[in-house]
T-cell receptor, first 116, second 111 residues
Framework: GAVVSQHPSRVICKSGTSVKIECRSL??????MFWYRQFPKQSLMLMAT?????????EQGVEKDKFLINHASLTLSTLTVTSAHPEDSSFYIC????????????FGDGTRLSIL | KNEVEQSPQNLTAQEGEFITINCSYS?????LHWLQQHPGGGIVSLFM???GKKKHGRLIATINIQEKHSSLHITASHPRDSAVYIC?????????????FGKGTLLTVNP
């Protein structure tokens, strides 16, 4: 159990394009979903935390107008990279948590975004 | 802010060897995770522990809360164990549910 599906797995697109990434919890209801970014040979960096039905909480230095997060249901959160530029190229990965407190996070397979 | 240090950064082993990866953190935590990230990028959660020791197959994770230290052991290592192993800690108290990640240990097991 506790499967998280992330789609698409890879995106290559032109500068200026907006890209939407979906994160779904397939067999559980995710009260909280997290979005991370990982640059090559670096650790995961938390971008934002989203709770179903409320606005996402962004980490310092992450532009909320650039990275739009929608957690519309208990099984789906989306991250939209608006007007993407080459510096947005990175590996984006989501995780989902059932309930609050000290529940484990379950990770998706990630999305490799390349902006030309 | 918790600082998470992993060692070694890179580890190469021969098939069958016993592997140990270490993780130290600077501030008290409510839980520690060991994660496995394969070359494609997907992450699998191996263990979540807050005290003592856990075992799953050939993997063993231990934690010493007083010393702020955890180890991940792999017995009888196999080439399919080759991956990046990441230690992540969750803060204690209040809304401190966020994970702080180490930089990972790249393990290569040669046949």
């Amino acid at each position: 159990g506790a499967v998280v599906s992330q789609h698409p797995s890879r995106v290559i697109c032109k500068s200026g394009t907006s890209v939407k990434i979906e994160c779904r919890s397939l067999d559980f209801q995710a009260t909280t979903m997290f979005w991370y970014r990982q640059f090559p040979k670096q650790s995961l960096m938390l971008m934002a935390t989203s709770n179903e039905g409320s606005k996402a909480t962004y980490e310092q230095g992450v532009e909320k107008d650039k990275f739009l997060i929608n957690h519309a249901s208990l099984t789906l959160s989306t991250l939209t990279v608006t007007s993407a530029h080459p510096e947005d190229s990175s590996f984006y990965i989501c995780s989902a948590q059932r309930g609050g407190g000290n529940q484990p996070q379950h990770f998706g397979d990630g999305t490799r975004l390349s902006i030309l | 802010k918790n600082e998470v240090e992993q060692s070694p950064q890179n580890l190469t082993a021969q098939e069958g060897e016993f592997i140990t990866i270490n993780c130290s953190y600077s501030v008290g935590i409510s839980a520690l995770h060991w994660l496995q990230q394969h070359p494609g990028g997907g992450i699998v959660s191996l263990f979540m522990l807050s005290s003592g020791k856990k075992k799953h197959g050939r993997l063993i994770a231990t934690i010493n809360i007083q010393e702020k230290h955890s180890s991940l052991h792999i017995t009888a290592s196999h080439p399919r164990d080759s991956a990046v192993y990441i230690c992540a800690v969750r803060g204690s108290g209040g809304s401190n549910y966020k994970l702080t990640f180490g930089k990972g240990t790249l393990l290569t097991v040669n046949p």
